[in-house]
């Protein structure tokens, strides 16, 4: 199980997720997929515009460096949601996601997230504030970067 301070710190890097109230109502658009463990779902520069609400179990979220390692920057699990800002963006994927365990997910398409967007204020409205609240963790984390003394961004990262 992933604490708070992990789950805060997956949520500003890889993605918040959605209400389940809002879950609830974009989930009969989508199509029902399962994925077994080490099964990829995309890799970092795909253009992917889905996103994912997760049913059950859990995926992880890395990069790989010019050197070749590996460095995990989050999972996601059961009753979360991923990709929301690349597909609102039209932007590549930034991460590789990995199946972690057995899992089933409802991926939907750009098209009908945003008609639902559009025709729903309390859908529209959990997207602003999804992306609004990863904004406030991204500017905080940044003025800890630039403001925190050397000994603490360094106890942060650690």
């Known amino acids: 199980m992933i604490d708070d301070e992990q789950k805060a710190v997956s949520d500003a890097l890889v993605g918040s997720s959605l209400d389940r109230f809002v879950q609830d109502k ?3 658009l989508g199509t029902k997929l399962s994925f077994q463990v080490g099964q990829h779902v995309y890799t970092s520069g795909d253009l992917h515009p889905y996103l994912y609400l997760v049913e059950a179990g859990r995926f992880s979220f890395s990069r790989i460096g010019k050197s070749g390692r590996r460095g995990t920057f989050g999972i996601m699990g059961t009753g979360e949601s991923f990709g929301l800002y690349p597909l609102l963006l039209g932007i ?9 365990e057995p899992a089933f997910v409802v ?3 750009r098209e009908n997230l945003n008609s639902l967007i559009d025709r729903d204020p309390d859908v529209r409205w959990a997207v602003i504030n999804s992306l609004s609240k990863r904004l406030k963790r991204v500017t905080l984390a940044l003025h800890d970067e630039r403001m925190l003394p050397l000994r603490h961004r360094l106890a942060l990262r650690m």
Do not use: A, L, T
């Open 26 to 28: 974009i989930r009969p």
């Open 92 to 100: 590549p994927m930034v991460y590789h996601c990995e199946c972690i």
């Open 107 to 109: 991926r939907i398409d």
